[in-house]
């Protein structure tokens, strides 16, 4: 919990079993004085009792173990693009800066993220 103080993060991954500590309550004091970092809890819990609990409390997305890696990854690129497209004027000027810089394969998976369509 001193860290989540201490410092700033763009996204937390937290699991819910932490030795020594329950991950909701970790969440309920983070979101208490930080609503802008993103977490992502990870946690064996899969009832969707659970998820709903975890996203109640704050959570911006929830992941049951197992889970594969390309997944986990996936929902990270996602959650931290969103904040940094939080805006529609930055989003644009965000994709028309880079745009040039990505494959044209790349380009096409890119259009395929929720926030972009029209």
Known sequence: M?????????????????????GM?????????DRDTKVLILSARSEVSDKVDGLDAGANDYLAKPFHLEELTARIRS???RQLF????AMRTMFFAVMEK???????????????TE
Do not use: H, Y
């Open 86 to 89: 939080s805006s529609a004027s």
């Open 25 to 33: 309550t970790v969440l309920r004091t983070l979101r208490k004085t």
């Open 79 to 81: 959650l931290t693009l």
């Open 2 to 22: 001193q860290m989540l103080a201490d410092d700033n993060f763009d996204l937390v991954v937290l699991d819910l079993n932490l030795p020594g500590a329950d």
């Open 102 to 116: 990505i494959s044209e394969s790349a380009l096409s998976n890119l259009r395929k993220l929720p926030f972009l």
